[in-house]
């Protein structure tokens, strides 16, 4: 068993936010939900979170994770100090800590299961997660024996000229054996350039500490600046796009296209440009999403297309086409083979099998059947200033262009509205509605100060 304690006090200036650092979201979730997510799939014995500037709003911005145990450090004086502050909840622990940063959320599961067995197998005081950096400018740096035996790790401002040579950087990650960290902690020193208590410190007592580098440097990039942020945004989606080509799925112009890691895609789905995928979206095979739509928390069937749409927190079942240019805005509900054209809005609507809404319609907290063909411009005027109200329209019932029907209101099955019809009440089975005024026609007609005008 492991306990975890994430580090989150520090202020995160170069954010030059109102929100705290870790908060701010990278993609679907914010930073440290990210490193908490990766936590919890490890099954901690107990997840400490250290918090200390805006710790409140970090602290409601994690209310739905309740396994989390908030911790505050009221002053930052450094990692060291911030682990400090776990002591007195883990009196006579004899299990490992895990420490990991709120800021560093590329993190893989898999290198985090790494860092544990390494840990244990070695049986070690600590294990380090370290990474050969490109560029280590920033870090702390570690040195090592031929072992991985780590002997020291300098910080970067405290480094010499020779020392910053070394491109082999401290990722902050750390296993420690909990007792052996906790006689340790109480004896570190302010004696560096920052006159901080550096968690670093502690390997200079303990033995014995190993490193293991981890493959790809980029999982263990730290956050500090909206520059980063964007960097980690493009490392993150690289990662999604290729796990998606992988496994049957089409990107067209990848680099256009953004996908949610909560996105779920079946084989042989073709994602077009410009096209954007997020939240709960799961999209059935076969299905042909963009260009240029953004689909939302949707879940949409087989063989389905969205040309130029955007579809929010509804469901679009098999062989469904919609747009281009269509907004589903919300719990809407669209059968198989229907089609929802150009300029059609849903909001709160059900839509049966084989229903066409083909141009410039909205429908509103309407219950449609199997059939139904609706003419271009219906609209179901669902709300009277106060409260809104429903629409029925019964199976093949079909709306004449540019009918209004004013909710609530019930049409039944095999209704036909003429055009340009106000429909305020409930129409029967099997009936033709026609609700607007006679045509009049006034032969020989004109205005009276055109009569004496010549005709040209
Ligand atoms: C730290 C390491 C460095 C490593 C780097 C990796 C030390 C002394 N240095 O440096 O070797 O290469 O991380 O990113 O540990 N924090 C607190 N309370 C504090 C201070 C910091 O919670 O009092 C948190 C911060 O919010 C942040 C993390 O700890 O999430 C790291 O702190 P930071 O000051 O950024 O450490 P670095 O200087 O980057
Ligand atoms: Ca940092």
């Given amino acids: 068993m492991v306990a975890i304690a994430i580090l989150a006090a520090g202020r995160g200036t170069r954010m030059k936010s ?11 979730l914010s930073l440290i939900e990210r490193v908490i997510k990766n936590c919890l799939s490890i099954e901690p014995s107990r997840l400490f979170v250290i918090v200390g500037y805006q710790g409140e709003q970090v602290q409601k911005s994690l209310e739905a994770y309740s396994a989390i145990e908030f911790i505050e450090q009221t002053e930052q004086l450094g990692t060291g100090h911030a682990v400090q502050q ?22 893989r ?5 790494g ?29 090592c024996d031929g072992q991985n035996l780590l002997k020291q790790i300098v910080e970067d401002r405290d480094c010499t000229t020779d020392q910053k040579q070394n491109r082999r950087v401290n990722s902050g990650i750390y296993c420690f054996n909990w007792s052996q960290l906790a006689e340790v902690l109480p004896q570190l020193k302010t004696n560096n350039d ?8 502690t390997v200079n007592y303990l033995a014995p500490v190993m490193a293991v580098d981890v493959e790809d440097y980029q999982e263990i990039l730290g956050i500090n600046d909206r520059k980063q942020m964007a960097t980690a945004y493009e490392i993150l989606q690289t990662r999604v796009k290729d796990g998606w080509m992988r496994a049957g799925v089409t990107l067209i112009n990848p680099a256009s296209i953004t996908i949610d890691d909560t996105v779920e895609l079946q084989p ?6 410009q096209t954007h995928l997020r939240g709960n979206t799961i999209i059935g095979s076969g299905s042909r999403i963009g260009p240029g739509s953004l689909i939302e928390n949707s879940q949409l069937g087989e063989n389905v297309t969205a040309l130029y749409s955007v579809v929010s927190e509804s469901v679009v079942k098999d ?5 281009p240019y269509a907004h589903l805005r919300g719990h809407a509900v669209v059968g198989e083979s229907c ?18 809404v083909s141009h410039l319609s909205y429908l509103g907290d309407a219950i449609l059947g199997n059939q139904v063909n609706i003419g271009a411009g219906t609209i179901t005027a669902n709300y009277d200033g106060v409260n809104k109200h429903p629409t029925h329209i019964g199976d093949r019932s079909k709306t004449g262009s540019n009918s209004v029907l004013v909710a609530p209101v019930t049409l039944g099955e095999d209704v036909t509205v003429a055009a340009g019809s106000v429909v305020t009440e409930d129409v029967s089975d099997d009936s033709l509605v026609v609700a607007r005024g006679h045509q009049v026609v006034k032969p020989g007609w004109r205005l009276k100060s055109q009569k004496n005008k010549p005709s040209s």
């Fill in 194 to 201: 920052q006159k901080e208590y550096y968690l670093t410190d």
């Fill in 86 to 107: 776990v002591m007195p909840y883990l009196k006579g622990f004899t299990e490992d800590l895990l420490v990991l940063y709120g800021d560093v959320p590329l993190l």
């Fill in 268 to 273: 042989d789905v073709i994602i077009e440009p």
């Fill in 109 to 113: 599961e898999s290198t985090l299961r």
């Fill in 18 to 28: 109102d929100l705290p650092k870790v908060c701010h979201k990278l993609g679907s």
């Fill in 339 to 356: 089609r929802i054209g150009n300029f059609v809005e849903l909001k709160n609507a059900k839509l049966g099998k084989n229903t066409k």
């Fill in 319 to 323: 062989g469904t086409q919609i747009g």
């Fill in 115 to 143: 860092l544990l067995e390494t840990h244990q197998t070695h049986q070690n005081a600590a294990t380090v997660i370290t990474a050969q950096m490109p560029n280590p400018q920033g870090y702390g740096r570690v040195f």
